[in-house]
């Protein structure tokens, strides 16, 4: 099978055809000789030939491509997958593909002699569910053996999976599978990647081993719909060579059961938006008007006219159409054409770009793209989830391995951090940066120095010239062979440029200009609550200020909804009346020096600074410096203060530099003092000119530090002498141990102290992790600080970057303590505390002076919290940490965690089991972690016929309670505690030799019974927060856990205990005179559960 003549083509069915114009071999030519007219010198493309049969008819009658199969009855046994489509192209619910067909495109005839060979390249990694093997079948069952040549698939570094989905269900591919679609036909390949390569490197692999005349690349989550699918795509590109013919995709859903949906409904145009984002766009040239005179036409006449649009062009339902751009698989081309166009370009990874590259290259190139409406494919799209059972079983985006994102400059690079990669306003996810660094790649090649590509560095980076961790991209392009191939490709095919795609391409078939062109304002919507407006006055469309938030905000000074960019301008009420109070202090601070003892409320009095030379267990031959970064948001009556107490404590040689991030604060902190001024005291400013909240700014600081070790403080702090001197000296024996200061409080009025502990060892320094996310402080005798409070630290700067600094997901406040502690802890690192290095801190305690003036996301924090122990925990989370309240939104949703995970996949960490074990002495000794659980059922004399048990009168399930009391209540619930009520206790608390238990808490609570000082008579029992180290404070005796009744003893006298009085309320008794308990419904939780044998074994026999 031969192709047509590549001298012959004919000019496209689009109105908008000239006759005159026929491509041949890429090139354009009016030349029909000097006189048009004359026969002597007009030529036909096929000029001396006889005219050319087109490949195909039409008939009266409907074709059976729906039953149609090319398999004899004995190969249709071997298919397990394939599925019957019966005459009406119905499948399973009944739904999809025959409402989406035109009945006409089973009326047309194919001579399949005319008709080219075809490749089927067909690309995959971890593919789920037999997806492959159904995608193999339907391709070769419904496609003639004597056009199809081979179908090669090509594994990218696929991985066998493991999971506890259902019997039926496999989640990845695996060998089985492999065997099985070869078994099926000599023509199935099997190709495997040896590293992850993705889509455009994978099909490359499959076009160069390809033997067809035509190249078909497909995915492998497919099924082919008709057994004439392939006939539909080759007549167009036998009609001219230059053509990518697309198939028209239904929808089969990712649920297990391959439904089909409801299909991509009306056919429409493929389009870019203004992020280079590949989409649809149902019609063309309907949002045009025409110009009116008004001075012309009569009222009446003129009200009809202004009523009149020019009628919207939708794609024809069975004929080809032309589009500008197309989805990144499901197309045929030539083979021959394919290479003239220079393949895909090397350099793209993964997924993205390949398919707008494709586009640019075949229309400026001399070809053109079709959609082809009668050749349809079953498509499954994935979603952004996974479940078990008959859920979903595809994640998107995927994971991908560190050595790719290193290769590439995307995260880190031996070590070393490459940029916070910002991607409209925020940080972007490993997905995000390959798939923008293929755009930049894309736009280089394709769109060149044109206005549109600054236009789009503006829309996705903020700014018309490129950060330096996206610059390195296309400063990578430049010297790429691989991109310098394609250019040298598009010089040999003179191929055209931007400016004559936009105007003959992308405005003639779409009706508008490219996403970047200045002309497409008019069409601009505004996005606000779930809808687009033309503008923001719009928005609320009787709704109200609820509805004005996306790319518009509620002015309260004009009670209308404008522009977010506009705000400032036309809205200036809240901001002018900060500005004002800032504006008096900045006035202050800049008069002349204060008289003498007066001190200024900005700056501290000058004094001298700290000398090395003076300090005292200091080893001199230690060379770390320190980078102290303090975020800021709002914090204009403390940053200056803060800065200068740093100044003044820490020596020359020792500090580097303070960075002072301005988190976005209004007016920024440089007016109040100036880059100039602060420079005396070593402060380097970083601006955020859009807040990202205390994680990105400590983050956005971290990346500007230039020290070995990097200090945290917030911006309210004031370190005492010496404070320093622990962060070098642990450092240098260990660049991976993280030091934590002992925590004291400030008094902002007088920036002064207060409430050191007397001796050393005292104060905050060290916190636990509980199960719901929550940090709680604690003290030990040992030196190792299980979770960081969060705000202080000193972290070397190689250790902070080698295990990827911060989460860039995380938003705000909270979580990040979380994440960063088991970071270090189960990557190889330390945490310990500086009993000696005191740091004064302003704690908020809800006056006027100490709230902050940042505004945090709703449900910012717990999503964090969540994010953190989703990364770390394990099983823990699903079945452990999603049982509280605080977290059942989070119950059964996708939460990608992989911008955690990714950055430290390569320090082959310890999980969280082996991070529990670290920490006996808090998750068993202290009893954390309990081995059992029960209900403290009172025994109750005979005329009792309710039970009754010990509860807390009002707090349910929460590690951030506060003291509660005690009470009696009819006992419920069995032993599969379900419900947030904190009915359950455990012993727990560490006695004096380090053992446990000395106290009992409520499950689930940070509660514990209140047995410091217990009251003879006292007839009201109350719980506190615990204290693991409480030693003997309540307990039940005997403590042998196989008695069945006990005393309910507090206090440490041994001789007070808690009885029932008048079957209703408790009383603090001596003990001869007390009641007894009994445990009831007791039972092993499922954390305790979730430990591995070697670990209960070792727990259990060092009790």
């Known amino acids: ?539 609320p469309q009787g709704n109200g200020k609820e509805w004005c938030n996306g790319d518009c905000s509620w ?37 002349a020096k204060p008289a003498e003892g007066q001190q200024r409320s900005q700056h501290l009095e000058t004094r001298e600074r700290a000398k090395l030379s003076d300090v005292k267990h200091y080893n001199t031959n230690n060379k770390l410096t320190i980078s102290v970064v303090v975020p800021c948001g709002f914090e204009h009556d403390y940053f200056i203060r803060t800065a200068e107490s740093i100044f003044y404590e820490t020596p020359s040689q020792i500090l580097k530099e303070i960075v002072l991030v301005d988190d976005a604060s209004e007016p920024p902190l440089k007016q109040l003092w100036s880059e100039e001024a602060a420079s005396e005291f070593s402060v380097k400013y970083v601006r955020l000119d859009e807040p990202r909240g205390l994680i990105g700014a400590k983050q956005a600081g971290a990346e500007a530090a230039t020290g070995d070790i990097i200090v945290f403080f917030d911006c309210h702090v004031k370190p005492a002498p010496d404070y320093w001197v622990p962060y070098v000296n642990a450092v240098e024996g260990n660049y991976k141990r993280v030091v934590i200061p002992t925590i004291t409080s400030l008094n902002v009025d007088t920036w002064e102290e207060f409430n050191r502990p007397a001796a050393s060892g005292g104060g905050m320094s060290k916190c636990y992790l509980t199960f719901d996310a929550e940090f709680k402080w604690t003290t030990d005798k040992t030196p190792y600080v299980p979770i960081m409070s969060g705000g202080l630290l000193a972290i070397s700067r190689n250790w902070f970057f080698e295990i990827g600094g911060y989460d860039s997901s995380m938003k705000g406040w909270g979580g990040e303590n979380i994440d960063q502690s088991l970071r270090i802890w189960t990557c190889g690192g330390e945490i310990v505390s500086a009993p000696e290095s005191y740091v004064a801190h302003m704690w908020r305690d809800g006056t006027a002076k100490t709230k902050a003036n940042y505004k945090l996301g709703a449900g910012d924090a717990v999503k964090n919290r969540a994010r953190a122990v989703k990364a770390h925990l394990g099983p823990w989370f699903e079945k452990k940490t999603l049982t509280f309240p605080s977290f059942k939104d989070w119950r059964g949703k996708e939460l990608d965690t992989s911008s955690i995970t990714d950055t430290f996949s390569n320090l082959k960490c310890k999980n969280f089991e082996w991070y529990l074990n670290r920490f006996k002495n808090i998750y068993r000794d202290a009893g954390v972690l309990p081995k059992e659980v029960f209900q403290m059922e009172a025994i109750l004399d005979e005329t009792s016929s309710t039970p009754l048990c010990l509860e807390l009168k009002t707090m349910h399930w929460t590690n951030y309670g506060s003291a509660d009391e005690i009470v009696l209540k009819q006992c419920t619930g069995d032993a599969s505690a379900s419900e947030p009520k904190p009915i359950w206790w455990h012993r727990s608390s560490r006695l004096q030799d380090g053992s446990c238990c000395g106290s009992l808490r409520a499950w689930n609570t940070d509660q514990c019974v209140d047995g410091r000082n217990p009251q003879l008579g006292a007839t ?66 499922i954390e305790y559960e979730l430990l591995g044998g070697d670990s209960k074994s070792d727990w259990e026999s060092d009790s």
């Open 555 to 591: 002015c309260l000074l004009q009670n209308k909804c404008i522009a977010v960019e506009d705000k400032a301008k036309l809205c200036p009420s809240n901001a002018a009346r900060k500005r004002r109070v800032l504006e008096k202090k900045l006035s202050n601070v800049k008069e």
């Open 1 to 539: 099978n031969n192709f047509a003549d590549d001298n012959y083509s004919t000019p496209s069915r689009h109105d908008n055809a000239q006759d005159s114009v026929v491509f041949q071999g890429g090139e354009e030519s009016n030349d029909t000789g000097s006189d048009a007219t004359s026969s002597s010198n007009y030529k036909t493309p096929w000029h001396g030939k006889a005219p050319p049969t087109p490949p195909w008819y039409m008939e009266s009658d409907p074709d059976d491509s729906f039953e149609r199969i090319y398999l004899s009855s004995s190969e249709r046994k071997k298919y397990k997958h394939l599925r019957n489509l019966g005459s009406g192209g119905v499948v399973n619910k009944g739904i999809g593909i025959k409402h989406f067909y035109n009945p006409m495109c089973r009326h047309y005839r194919f001579d399949e002699s005319a008709m080219p060979t075809v490749s089927v390249i067909m690309t995959t990694q971890n593919e789920p569910d037999d997806w492959v093997s159904l995608s193999v079948e339907s391709i070769l069952a419904r496609t003639p053996p004597a056009l199809l040549v081979d179908v090669i698939v090509v594994d990218d570094n696929g991985v066998p999976g493991h999971h506890d989905l259902p019997a039926d269900i496999r989640k990845n591919i695996d060998e089985r599978e492999w065997d099985y679609i070869k078994s099926l036909s000599p023509k199935v390949k099997v190709i495997k990647h040896d590293d992850r390569e993705g889509c455009a490197r994978s099909r490359l692999t499959g076009a160069r081993v390809a033997r067809g005349e035509v190249l078909m690349f497909v995915d492998s989550h497919v099924e082919m719909t008709s057994s004439t699918w392939y006939h539909h795509l080759a007549a167009p590109i036998v009609e001219n060579p230059h053509t990518i013919a697309m198939q028209t995709i239904d929808v089969i859903d990712d649920l297990g059961t391959k439904d089909y949906g409801s299909g991509v409904g009306p056919l429409q145009y493929g389009i870019v938006n203004d992020q280079f984002w590949f989409g649809y766009q149902a019609d063309r040239f309907g949002d045009y008007a025409e110009p009116i005179d008004n001075s012309r036409f009569a009222k009446e006449e003129l009200a009809e006219r202004k009523k009149m649009k020019y009628a919207a062009e939708v794609p024809d339902t069975r004929e080809p159409y032309e589009t500008p751009f197309g989805p990144g698989s499901l197309f045929a081309i030539r083979a021959d054409e394919f290479w003239r166009l220079g393949g895909y370009d090397e350099g793209l990874y993964v997924w993205g770009g390949e398919n707008t590259e494709m586009a640019f290259k075949i229309w400026m190139c001399g070809g053109r793209m079709l959609m082809v409406p009668c050749s349809r494919v079953g498509h499954m799209y994935r979603q952004h989830k996974e479940k078990d059972g008959r859920g979903a079983l595809t994640r998107w985006p995927p994971d991908l391995p560190k050595e790719m994102r290193d290769r590439l400059g995307c995260s880190y690079r031996n070590g070393t951090y490459t940029g916070q990669f910002i991607v409209l306003k925020h940080p972007a996810d490993n997905f995000t940066r390959i798939t923008t660094r293929n755009n930049l790649r894309v736009m280089e090649g394709w769109v060149g120095d044109h206005p549109a590509k600054y236009a789009y560095y503006k829309r996705m980076f903020g700014q018309e010239t490129l950060a330096p961790e996206f610059q390195r991209f296309v400063n990578e392009w430049k010297i790429d062979p691989a991109a310098q191939k394609q250019m040298q490709i598009k010089k040999d095919n003179q191929c055209h440029d931007f400016d004559w795609w936009d105007k003959y391409v992308f405005k003639r078939l779409t009706g508008r200009h490219h996403p970047w062109h200045p002309d497409n304002k008019k069409y601009q919507k505004v996005t606000c609550g779930s809808h687009k407006a033309k503008s923001c006055e719009a928005c």
């Open 1020 to 1085: 009201k029992l109350s719980s506190y927060t615990c204290n693991l180290d409480s030693g003997l404070e309540a307990f039940l005796d005997p403590p042998n856990d196989d008695a069945e009744e006990f005393l309910l003893k507090v206090g440490r006298d041994d001789q007070r205990c808690v009885t029932v009085k008048g079957n209703s309320s408790l009383k603090i008794v001596k003990c001869e005179h007390a009641s007894k308990w009994r445990k009831r419904n007791a039972f092993t939780p």
